[in-house]
């Protein structure tokens, strides 16, 4: 008699998640708080927060459990991004990971979602320091595959020592799901031997800012997408750098992986580095200054949503700036709605006033030199709660106690938890209405779009004073490797002649 095939079932996935985002002009230090007030778990991000913070991890618990594979998860942290990570805390998040990992035993795949552009004090490659401990652990033959925010520091070490990186291709960032979705198909099929993997990277020398709603990097999106089509190719990315990070490997990179071509790998990305090179002028930020955004804005008719791109706590700033502000006060242009401004103080009073009171309040101006100076206004209190929340692209995350006060015609949110703003719920979740607005104001530098972009009749990118300068030519760099990159020389890879 026969006897029927015993199979065994395929070794676990083991996951990991740790992002935050560094701004080395940033005056706000990353510690442990930092990650706390976001999202700090350990072992159970999947099951305890699956539509939050742990929506990364569930989706990959999702995908592994489908496959028949167990899954074993370790820390999922993130935290606003600010200034270096204390290097303690960075220690503690990294050895967890790799405590986790050992304790695990065989496993048949790691899957990390990281940033790419994390720094701690005494390491600026995070990224790269933590897949290089775990392919320690692991050896040459288990798959580890990452997943990465365009705005990171893509990195040899990264991607030398991991199998698959993958970048999300949108800014806003609207395909965390889509890239996670790819990043495992890789690394199944690497782990089932239906696939080889290999990587290469093109350094495009450019230092830039490229939202992806609009012309022409829309088309370098759709660029991206036609060449995973041609024969070979598995994965293109675009690192589109993250300008703020002070990092020897700050810039503009393409990376292509092909199965197990490394000559067609070098190829595409070399050929999809020059197509965005040929475009570096036309991809410079263009932005208007204060006072001409809101000439503009009194001109124009239907809503106008304005950013002020420079005080975003997605990249670092502190979030409690208030020139736009006090510009729009000065104008006297309304009705109008402005947030998040980052000030626990100002929240603070205003619930002990109380809803409905009238008091003397100092807004924003207090966390460093970035921030400028503080507002001193009378304000009305128009209502206070203890956990004021906002979505974004499935998520949902926390303002903390936050008030809704009234400068003139002019509704203002204050907030406990530095985030920016991603959508309408910032300002609808208390309570304020906007169809009746003829301005909103974000804190914000990208990622608004995503939600105002389909209600705005305008939209208005600010050049407002700030942490995340659009000044590339003049930011203050000591760490960076390459100084000949552009727009500080005008054709670092001397391509025009040719």
Same mark, same amino acid.
């Given at each position: ?7 065994q ?8 998640t740790?992002?935050? *985002? ?10 442990l708080?930092?990650? *706390? ?7 159970? +991000? ?6 939050? !913070? ?6 990959f ?13 370790s820390? +999922? ?50 990224e ?7 392919r320690e ?9 990452? =997943? ?6 893509? &990195?040899?070490?990264?991607v ?18 889509d890239?996670?979705? =790819? ?6 099929? @690497?782990?089932?031997?239906? @696939?080889?993997?290999? $990587?290469?990277?093109?350094?495009? #020398? ?10 022409? !990097? ?15 190719v598995? $994965?293109?990315?675009?690192?589109h750098?993250?300008p ?5 490997? !700050? ?29 570096r002028?036309?991809?410079l930020?263009?932005?208007a $200054? ?18 002020? &791109?420079?005080d975003?706590t ?6 409690d700036?208030t020139h736009?502000?006090q ?7 309304g009705?109008?709605?402005?947030? +998040?401004?980052?000030d626990?103080? +100002?929240?603070?009073?205003?619930m ?18 970035t921030?400028?100076d ?5 304000? *009305? ?24 006060? #009234?400068?003139?015609r ?8 530095? $985030?920016?703003v ?15 607005k ?7 530098? *990208?990622?608004?779009? @995503? ?5 705005a009749?305008?939209?208005i990118p ?8 659009m ?5 203050p760099?000591?760490?960076?490797r ?17």
């Amino acid at each position: 008699m026969t006897q029927p095939l015993i199979t065994q079932p395929p070794l676990p996935a083991f996951l990991a998640t740790l992002v935050t *985002e560094t701004n080395t002009f940033a005056p706000i230090p990353t510690g442990l708080a930092s990650f *706390e007030e976001t999202h700090w778990t350990r072992r159970d +991000a999947s099951l305890t927060d699956p539509q939050g !913070m742990g929506s990364t991890a569930r989706l990959f618990r999702e995908l592994a459990e489908a496959d028949g594979r167990a899954v074993i998860e370790s820390i +999922a942290a993130f935290a606003q991004p600010a200034g270096p990570t204390v290097a303690p805390v960075y220690a503690m998040l990294r050895g967890h990971i790799l405590e986790d990992l050992r304790a695990a035993g065989p496993v048949g795949m790691v899957l990390l979602g990281l940033h790419g552009a994390m720094i701690a004090e005494g390491c600026d490659d995070c990224e790269g320091d933590i897949i290089a401990a775990v392919r320690e652990i692991v050896g040459p033959d288990v798959p580890i595959g990452v =997943e990465l925010d365009p705005h990171c520091h893509l &990195t040899q070490r990264m991607v030398s020592a991991a199998d698959a990186v993958v970048i999300m291709k949108e800014y806003p960032h609207t395909d965390w799901d889509d890239r996670a979705r =790819e990043l495992y198909a890789i690394c199944s099929a @690497a782990a089932a031997g239906d @696939a080889r993997p290999v $990587s290469a990277m093109f350094d495009c #020398r450019m230092v830039g800012f490229y939202p992806t709603t609009m012309e022409p !990097m829309a088309g370098v999106v759709r660029a991206l997408k036609a060449a995973e089509r041609e024969a070979g190719v598995l $994965s293109v990315s675009l690192a589109h750098g993250f300008p703020w990070g002070d990092h020897p490997d !700050m810039g503009t990179r393409v990376l292509v992986i092909t199965d197990g071509d490394e000559a067609l790998a070098a190829r595409t990305a070399e050929r999809l580095g020059h197509t965005i090179y040929a475009l570096r002028d036309t991809l410079l930020p263009k932005l208007a $200054s204060i006072p001409d955004a809101i000439a503009k804005a009194g001109r124009l008719e239907g809503l106008v949503v304005m950013a002020d &791109t420079a005080d975003n706590t997605g990249g670092g700033a502190p979030g409690d700036t208030t020139h736009l502000l006090q510009g729009l006060l000065e104008a006297d242009i309304g009705p109008a709605v402005f947030g +998040a401004i980052y000030d626990p103080g +100002a929240v603070r009073v205003c619930m002990e006033a109380g809803e409905g009171a009238r008091v003397w309040l100092r807004v924003g101006g207090k966390l460093g030199m970035t921030s400028g100076d503080p507002l001193d206004v009378e304000v *009305e209190v128009v209502k206070v709660v203890q956990d004021h929340q906002q979505s974004f692209s499935g998520s949902v995350s926390s303002f903390g106690p936050s008030a809704w006060v #009234r400068i003139g015609r002019i509704d203002v949110v204050l907030v406990s938890v530095r $985030s920016q703003v991603y959508g309408r719920d910032a300002f609808t979740g208390l309570g304020i209405t906007l169809e009746d607005k003829r301005i909103v104001a974000v804190k914000s530098s *990208e990622h608004y779009r @995503a939600d105002f972009g389909p209600i705005a009749d305008h939209v208005i990118p600010v050049a407002t004073p700030g942490a995340i300068q659009m000044d590339f030519v003049g930011l203050p760099y000591r760490n960076k490797r390459d100084l000949d990159f552009h727009p500080r020389v005008a054709d670092p890879l001397g391509l025009d002649a040719a």
